[in-house]
């Protein structure tokens, strides 16, 4: 009785911590997306460099995300999630400095550091999760998800304030969402040092009575973990395939925008709808993932993809009406595969292999949308936006597809 008192009660601190960090980090970190790609075209001029800033973003993210998940064994959430937020601050000032003095290499170096700040919003997601009994496991990691919507809805709607103080400072207009993305960074570090106590992950395997060692793993032992596995097998197909078609459209709609003139204040709305969509909604997501199963959700989650990129492909460039209802669909497609993944994900490992099986996750969901924002560059500036959101469709059908199959894989709450 005593264990189950003090599993609830630190669940329910890990979660309020764990969603004010979300909140804040989110403001500055959803700002520099799509400022990033903007700096890159306003530095080069040209439409396939523009993808590299999100291409090297995404990077970092999945380089870090095996370092992150090792420190999670080593230290616990506290420990991983801190060198995360602090790596990622100091990537956003060195974007500052190559941005402002237009060094294309320096600014790709700031941008990839800043990565880590995304792979440790990855982590929190996992984080929500250690100390959930399978009933409410959806609920909780979608939880810690929606606590992301405001911040992340107001980051890009910051980017004409947030210009105009660097500005006043002497600075580019477009480096002002990394100088604030590195401040809210450090300030999320320090929410998780002071408040993330007790640790969910340690605390979780204590009350298990497992071994942390396992936790450590190579790489190779955590997918031959996760290929042994059914279920884990379609989570991590479907955490891969909705990033990497978000990502691929979504880097992309500014610089599809800005060819037509269309104001930084509007490409900044269009994103916030793509956003809201990917956060507001995942409550319904982690509580439909726990009543109908994961599954299910994963498969309403193509049908929502496949539908945005019909929507998005046929809408006119300077519509933003109709590209902010093609980018939220994006979003909210994304948030039912990644919320329905990652519980399927966790629940189907020992949660001595959860930190290594996770990281493997981030770092194949990372990698995918480097992939994606690198060719999506190229795409657009071949082919054009209604190829790039037909191309990034493929995929995702084969996703559908593989949720057909095997009817063992759904795991019920």
């Known amino acids: 009785m005593h264990d189950d008192a003090l599993r609830a009660s630190a669940r329910l601190r890990t979660l309020r911590t764990l969603s004010v960090t979300q909140i804040v980090a989110g403001i500055g970190v959803s700002g520099a997306v799509p400022a990033g790609s903007l700096l890159i075209y306003d530095i080069t001029h040209d439409d396939a460099l523009s993808g590299l800033a999100q291409t090297f973003s995404v990077t970092g993210a999945a380089l870090m995300a095996i370092p992150l998940a090792r420190l999670t064994a080593r230290g616990g959430r506290r420990l991983s999630i801190g060198v995360g937020y602090g790596i990622a601050a100091i990537g956003a000032f060195i974007a500052v400095f190559g941005g402002t003095i237009r060094a294309i290499p320096l600014l790709l170096l700031g941008t990839l550091l800043a990565g880590a700040g995304s792979a440790t919003a990855y982590q929190l997601r996992f984080a929500a999760v250690d100390l959930s009994l399978p009933a409410h496991r959806g609920r909780d990691l979608a939880l810690v998800m929606w606590a992301g919507t405001i911040g992340s809805v107001l980051g890009p709607n910051l980017l004409s304030w947030s210009g105009g103080n660097a500005k006043a400072l002497g600075l580019p207009a477009l480096v002002g969402p990394y100088l604030f993305s590195g401040t809210a960074l450090a300030l999320s570090l320090l929410i998780m040092l002071l408040f993330l106590r007790p640790d969910p992950y340690l605390l979780a395997v204590e009350l298990e009575g497992r071994d942390r060692a396992h936790a450590s793993r190579r790489l190779r032992h955590a997918l031959g973990v996760i290929w042994a596995s059914g279920p884990a097998r379609i989570a991590l197909g479907a955490i891969v395939t909705g990033h990497i078609a978000m990502v691929s459209v979504m880097v992309m709609t500014p610089v599809h925008m800005q060819h037509y003139e ?99 996750s981030d770092l194949c969901m990372n990698g995918a ?45």
């Open 262 to 360: 269309v104001s930084l204040r509007i490409i900044g709305l269009v994103i916030s709808v793509h956003i809201l969509g990917m956060y507001a909604f995942s409550p319904v997501m982690g509580w439909l993932s726990d009543r109908w199963g994961r599954i299910p959700v994963i498969r309403m989650g193509v049908l929502i993809l496949l539908a945005s990129a019909i929507r998005s492909s046929t809408a006119p460039a300077d519509d933003a009406l109709q590209l902010g209802i093609g980018l939220f669909l994006l979003g909210l497609g994304w948030s039912a595969t990644l919320v329905a993944g990652s519980t399927l994900l966790s629940e189907s490992v020992d949660i001595e292999e959860r930190p290594s099986v996770q990281g493997v």
């Open 369 to 413: 949308g480097a992939v994606g924002g690198a060719i999506a560059g190229v795409i657009i500036a071949t082919a054009g936006y209604a190829a790039l959101c037909a191309i990034a469709s493929i995929p995702v059908l084969f996703l559908g597809i593989a949720t057909l199959r095997p009817a063992r894989a759904d795991v019920a709450a």
